[in-house]
């Protein structure tokens, strides 16, 4: 898979600072466990080098990228190690040309509109947004996705980001990936709790995928009509009708189905931040989708079915 597209794909970049090399499959492991399976290591300190070393050659599943690059040496040095992507904290004309030359992807950051110029000027659209928190979050990458939008230019915000504002970024389409040291921090590396890696990681995972059950669809039979079930639930609960033409909802949530929609009794539809995201962590859990339920409107992808049934009921995922 494409390096960019595994780390769009993944959403989540764990940013670590490796104090000693001992540190390094530990926590690569507790970070892949979680299901992301990318990391920066940053040069920052001596044993960055040999932790990108190490990781590349023991887990060659996990995407391994090098941050803090600030000359084409630190580049050098990094892909020699066996990082695959650059991450660099400012633009420098000379460690892109040196990666773009290298066929090695790089993310420079970049918070002004003529640093991002430059950048697509050089062929890049996606970006490093750093230090995110500081350069006015969320809000300031919204504001410059209006003048840029139409350049397909995406942002991997990192900095200031934790658990407790990474929702705010999640279910944005022109956030390729948010990065940030949560996710392996120093206190858990300085203690050797790597359980705790894990579950930062873990409930990271869950606040991107943001998944949300919208509403529960119900086949209708030959003794139940679609009337029939609608009328039941609004009777006893005032929820109201809504008729369309495959299917009646009462409420917003219980939808009742025509002429026997997917799944043994009905589906249970799920929303989600982002469809493609979903869909490939839901892969690496073992469970597949239906590509012919794919629908796409206005050309992005707005729903799809997975192949698996859960007690008689399909499930619809949805694009929020």
Same mark, same amino acid.
């Given at each position: #898979?494409?390096?960019?597209?595994? *780390? ?17 499959? /530990? ?31 023991? #887990? ?8 803090? =690059? ?8 990094? *892909? ?5 992507? %650059? ?17 090695? /992807?790089?993310? /420079? ?25 500081? !350069? ?57 709790? !790597? ?22 669809? %119900? ?48 589906? =249970? ?9 979903? =869909?490939? !962590?839901?892969?690496?859990?073992? !469970?597949? *989708? ?11 992808? *707005? ?18």
């Amino acid at each position: #898979m494409d390096t960019l597209k595994k *780390i769009g794909l993944t959403g989540l970049v764990p940013v670590v600072a490796f104090d000693s090399i001992d540190q390094a499959l /530990p926590a690569a492991k507790a970070i892949q466990k979680s299901g992301i399976e990318v990391i920066e290591v940053t040069l920052r300190t001596e044993a960055g080098l040999d932790a990108i070393k190490k990781i590349r050659e023991s #887990m060659p599943d996990m995407l391994v990228g090098a941050g803090t =690059v600030l000359t084409v040496k630190n580049a050098q040095d990094a *892909i020699e190690a066996g990082a695959s992507f %650059i991450v660099t904290p400012g633009f420098s004309q000379e460690v892109v040309k040196y990666c773009k030359d290298s066929n090695i /992807p790089v993310t /420079p950051g970049c918070v002004t509109p003529t640093e991002i110029t430059m950048a697509i000027d050089m062929g890049l659209i996606t970006l490093k947004f750093f230090p995110a928190s500081t !350069y006015g979050g969320i809000k300031a990458c919204n504001a410059l996705m209006g003048p840029f939008k139409h350049t397909g230019l995406s942002f991997i915000p990192t900095g200031g980001i934790s658990q407790s504002n990474l929702s705010e970024y999640a279910d944005k389409p022109f956030i390729h990936a948010i990065g940030g040291g949560w996710l392996c921090d120093s206190k858990s590396l300085k203690n050797e709790d !790597y359980d705790n890696i894990f579950e930062v990681c873990k409930e990271s995972v869950d606040t991107l995928l943001g998944f949300e059950v919208d509403h529960l669809g %119900i086949n209708s039979t030959e003794d139940e009509s679609t009337d029939t079930i609608v009328s039941i639930f609004d009777r006893a609960f005032n929820l109201g009708i809504k008729r369309g033409n495959s299917s009646d909802f009462a409420g917003k949530n219980i939808e009742v189905v025509k002429d026997n929609g997917r799944g043994k009794n009905g589906h =249970v539809a799920i929303r989600t931040n982002n469809l493609d995201r979903a =869909v490939y !962590y839901l892969g690496k859990r073992g !469970y597949t *989708i239906d590509e012919e339920s794919l629908k796409i409107k206005n050309g992005k992808k *707005i729903a799809v079915y997975l192949n698996d049934l859960v007690g008689g009921f399909a499930i619809h995922l949805l694009q929020k």
